[in-house]
């Protein structure tokens, strides 16, 4: 197997968990137009920070320099896979002086977009503590929507603690002083997608893929926490070990009647369709109490599937903290290794 693939949902309720760039003082909740109809969405970048929040305390953080000024401005971390979990998941560039080393992401993450339209209201605020009689109040507003935004995930397994010291035209992953470190401290040397790289021991890659999907069960995050808080953990989650780079989940959930609605159809002709590229079942996390009356719908359509051991629908962080339990066991060690067929 090479991938997980698959999706997350996140519901919010009256949140303003993402914000853009605001107009006049009214604070702008990010959204896009499409057609006439207006979708908020969380983005990527801000999803991934969420996710770098929420490992463990314990976990070292690669650390971010920033230079220049003005336009000429940048920011980098270290760029040491080897030390850090999150440059190796999440990529990095480094270009400073005549060092330049690049990592593509291991986790590639979609924007989280609204499934169904929404019109975020704009609530108005005054700010008069501590003012003089008669003074005129400090007047602000800021936009909030309630809705169920979904996005796609794809993590690609065999690249986990594998960094690439050679290539033609690409900047490679880490320096020749980095990679004799990495070897140093038990790294391997190999060959990977034809390209020369070092790999960290099994153990070290277990450890990081489980620490990974256990922050994701325990996600946390978002803007404007003082005022609109609220749970950011997966409402749903679905997960899928599949031999190659693709999703074919991405439509599961869809727009019906002006509701999301999750589309078990979609979901049986893909397992079917795919059933020679899948490698394990399909796992589904569903938080009791979201869109509680589908849970029971799909549960009911998809018991054949279900009884078939080729799909999973527990709770979240059941399904998270299971894989990761399995992962870190060496019970899916093939997942870590590229499908020759």
Do not use: C
Not at 101 to 122: H, K
Request: hydrophobic letters at 40%; aromatic letters at 8%; proline letters at 6%.
């Amino acid at each position: 197997m090479s991938f997980l693939a698959g999706k997350v949902v996140e519901d919010v309720v009256a949140g303003a968990p993402n914000n853009g760039e605001g107009v006049d003082n009214i604070g702008k909740v990010k959204s896009m137009r499409v057609g006439r109809d207006t979708y908020p969405y969380i983005s990527a970048q801000a999803f991934r920070r969420w996710l770098r929040d929420s490992l463990p305390p314990l976990e070292p953080r690669s650390e971010v320099t920033r230079s220049g000024a003005g336009k000429n401005q940048q920011a980098y971390t270290a760029g040491r896979p080897d030390r850090y979990l999150d440059d190796d998941l999440f990529g990095y560039m480094v270009a400073v002086k005549k060092e330049n080393y690049q990592r593509d992401t291991v986790l590639a993450t979609g924007t989280l977009v609204s499934v169904v339209p929404q019109r975020p209201t704009t609530d108005f605020g005054t700010m008069s503590r501590g003012f003089p009689s008669g003074e005129h109040p400090v007047i602000h507003q800021h936009e909030l929507y309630s809705g169920v935004l979904a996005g796609d995930l794809l993590l690609d397994l065999p690249r986990v603690g594998v960094f690439e010291t050679d290539g033609s035209g690409l900047r490679v992953a880490v320096s020749p002083a980095v990679a004799e470190e990495a070897r140093s401290n038990g790294a391997e040397d190999l060959t990977f997608r034809g390209v020369a790289a070092v790999r960290l021991p099994l153990a070290e890659r277990r450890r990081r893929v489980a620490v990974l999907l256990r922050a994701l069960a325990s996600l946390r995050g978002g803007a404007k926490q003082a005022l609109h808080y609220g749970d950011r953990t997966p409402a749903l989650i679905l997960l899928a070990p599949l031999k190659g780079g693709v999703n074919p989940f991405t439509r599961v959930l869809t727009a019906r009647e002006g509701k999301p609605y999750f589309d078990s159809d979609v979901l049986s002709a893909e397992v079917e369709a795919w059933q020679d590229e899948l490698d394990g079942p399909v796992m589904i996390g569903w938080a009791p109490g979201f869109l509680d009356n589908q849970r029971e719908r799909v549960a009911r359509e998809l018991k054949k599937l279900i009884d078939g051991e080729q799909l999973i629908l527990k709770h979240p962080r059941t399904v998270l903290s299971g894989l990761a339990e399995r992962i870190e066991a060496g019970g899916l060690d093939s997942w870590f290794e590229d499908s020759v067929s």
